[in-house]
């Protein structure tokens, strides 16, 4: 969604809160208001790549708004990682998501960054955001399953973890169970991600249960939720999560005529083709 | 024991059983009675000697009270794991097991409650000749133990609630702790393990809508205070059922008699975080901030307050403060916390049982006096 840096000078502090690591030098970034949206473009099955900003069309509360900038496979990524520690992955389970992350974690290239958000009852930052791929594998080689599922609190942790850095970010979310000892209500979390310009992507093993608050989130952040039903296909899923990211293009515009806070709806549209734009369906601003 | 299979007992134990009852009765010089005193052997005799004591001293009942603790042991033996729960499912006698909010097996609830609800109808207060169970504080202190140690160790029955509230549908403390089985029903992980399992239509459970359960909590805790007005704990859990009934004005009350009623700090930090909760509701967010971090203050290494500060500097646009509350969670100092005990949020539908252990304790204490020698 949207990054509202417009007068905002944020200082590292506020960005080395960022990736949750210890403070550096303050590095001013001074960024306008505007509002970045990811977005897949598909035709049937086939991505349509080489799109430029001309080709888009963007409705902010049904106002057209001028492209400033798009770009494909240009930005680094943020690849956070949001990983359901609670009783029922102990076993098997953790042993493939281990296997999964490091699938996923081996796509990575240079300037990307990855971190490892742990939830059980308990939220633990278990690796903060950095290139430093090895620090997230070892510390998923030191996760083990016990406790409560606080979902909702975990994805928050992860939505804010890509707040911290100015690199396009995705959330990936892996949970098996329900949400049984969150703080947050799942109406906070979805209030933070609509702020938040990160992408959910949510994996689940199918049960007869749905996992609403991520289809939600998914759904609220352009992103998608999965429901595996075997957990030995994990790898696969999650290596193809980061292909489809990285092959969506990045919208920005700098909002005119629609008011500054609240609700705003998006629409995205490619002119003058048939194609299928997956983004988010609005943002919250004022924020 | 399993359905339809009638218990096959030795010739020994038929005779054992047959003397047992004579103790109960004192017929042991009746001619039915297969021994008499003399021939007892020392541990019914034992148990004669202490039954005779225990009528001595006013109580008719006391081998029915050991048989109704027997049962209760054997009910309580299996202990589930941590974040494991069961509930009972009607009154057909299954019990359902849970995993994560997710239902994970079906098995027979244990019948030796059933034998203890018939041994407990049988009880006559001290100084009482006849059954009359709705007058014997033991019996009323057994359920409210044996309620809270369901409670405490998730297994939950509302066979046994509903066996509490027939013998003292005005007692305050059952009153209570039935409020807090519809609070747990209410809770994501049985809303959620009931629609995880696979039930024949129209087939009832014990676990109604979000909605409802809350509706019975709320019923029950105002009962219960309309019987003691000034009981933190059900000032406080009936001010998080009106927050989630969408009630903040009478939740703020409800929480604001809790924090000036002497809470413990457990209470303190609960009730002040519900009501930082209650304050961000009606959007009075510099009140709700100040209420979260009073309830840092008391236990600095919880989870629930930092989140709850963070989020809500978010929601007012400051996002560098949201960060560097959220940085200042991961960054303390907490060792790994398997048992979820930094944050009293974590164990907020247990804790109002946590003196299960103690009362079951004190249900023995009448029944060890020692016979005179």
Not at chain 1, 160 to 175: C, K, N, Q, W, Y
Not at chain 2, 255 to 262: C, D, I, M, R
Not at chain 2, 324 to 346: C, I, N, V
Request: aromatic share 6%.
């Amino acid at each position: 969604m949207i990054r509202r840096l417009l007068g905002t000078f944020v200082t590292a502090s506020a960005l080395a809160a960022a990736g949750f690591a210890s403070a550096q030098d303050p590095v001013f970034k001074s960024v306008l208001e505007a509002v970045r949206v990811d977005a897949l473009v598909t035709s049937g099955n086939d991505l349509i790549k080489g799109l430029t900003a001309r080709d888009f069309e963007v409705l902010d509360n049904g106002v057209s708004q001028r492209v400033d900038l798009v770009s494909f496979e240009e930005l680094p990524l943020n690849v956070i990682l949001a990983f359901d520690m609670s009783d029922s992955v102990a076993g098997e389970r953790l042993e493939q998501l281990q296997r999964a992350s490091g699938a996923l974690l081996s796509g990575l290239r240079s300037g990307d960054q990855s971190a490892l958000i742990t939830f059980s009852h308990e939220v633990r930052l278990a690796a903060p955001l950095s290139a430093d791929v090895d620090r997230v594998k070892s510390a998923l080689g030191d996760t083990a399953g016990s406790g409560g599922t606080s979902l909702g609190d975990g994805v928050y942790a992860g939505v804010m973890l890509g707040e911290t850095d100015p690199g396009r970010a995705l959330v990936i979310v892996f949970s098996d169970g329900v949400d049984t000892t969150s703080w947050l209500t799942s109406e906070q979390v979805l209030d933070t991600a609509k702020r938040s310009d990160a992408v959910i992507y949510g994996v689940s093993v199918r049960s007869k249960v749905k996992p609403e608050l991520l289809n939600e989130l998914a759904a609220a952040t352009g992103g998608r939720l999965q429901e595996i039903e075997r957990i030995q296909n994990l790898s696969k899923v999650f290596v193809d999560i980061l292909n489809e990211f990285r092959t969506r293009y990045l919208i920005s515009y700098t909002p005119a005529g629609v008011a500054r806070d609240g609700w705003h709806r998006l629409e995205v549209r490619v002119k003058g083709r048939r194609a299928t734009v997956h983004a988010r369906p609005g943002y919250l601003a004022g924020s | 024991m399993g359905r339809g299979l009638p218990p096959r007992y030795s010739g020994e134990e038929s005779r054992r059983l047959r003397v047992l009852a004579c103790v109960v009765n004192e017929s042991l010089r009746s001619l039915k009675c297969p021994e008499t005193a003399s021939q007892l052997a020392p541990d019914l005799l034992e148990l004669q000697k202490r039954a005779t004591a225990a009528r001595q001293r006013g109580d008719r009942s006391y081998v029915l009270r050991l048989g109704v603790l027997l049962q209760t042991d054997l009910a309580r033996g299996g202990k589930t794991r941590d974040h494991e729960a069961g509930f009972s499912y009607g009154s057909l006698g299954f019990k359902f097991d849970v995993t994560d909010g997710l239902g994970s097996g079906l098995r027979q609830y244990g019948v030796q409650w059933a034998i203890a609800y018939s041994l407990l109808d049988q009880i006559a207060p001290p100084g009482q000749p006849r059954p009359e169970p709705t007058r014997d504080s033991w019996v009323r202190d057994w359920f409210v133990a044996t309620g809270r140690w369901m409670q405490f160790t998730s297994h939950y029955s509302m066979t046994h609630m509903n066996q509490a509230l027939r013998l003292f549908p005005d007692d305050a403390d059952v009153r209570f702790l039935n409020a807090c089985q519809h609070e747990i029903h209410a809770g994501p992980v049985l809303q959620s393990a009931v629609k995880s399992i696979d039930l024949p239509l129209g087939t009832p459970t014990d676990i109604e809508s979000k909605k409802n359960e809350l509706r019975g909590a709320e019923i029950d805790f105002r009962r219960a205070l309309a019987i003691r007005p000034d009981w933190t704990e059900a000032h406080l859990r009936l001010g998080r059922v009106l927050l989630q009934l969408d009630n903040a004005t009478a939740a703020g009350t409800e929480l604001t008699a809790a924090l000036k009623a002497s809470p413990d700090d457990t209470q303190e930090f609960l009730a002040r975080l519900f009501l930082g909760a209650v304050e961000e509701r009606r959007g009075h967010f510099d009140e709700a901030a100040s209420l979260y971090l009073q309830a840092t203050a008391l236990f600095p290494s919880a989870q629930s307050p930092r989140l709850a500060l963070s989020q809500l500097a978010r929601r007012r646009g400051d996002r560098a403060s949201s960060l560097a509350t959220l940085k200042a969670l991961f960054d303390r100092d907490a060792p790994p916390d398997p048992e979820g005990r930094s944050d009293p949020w974590w164990s907020y539908l247990s804790v109002q049982a946590r003196d299960a252990e103690a009362r079951l304790d004190a249900l023995y204490k009448p029944l060890r006096k020692e016979p005179a020698r």
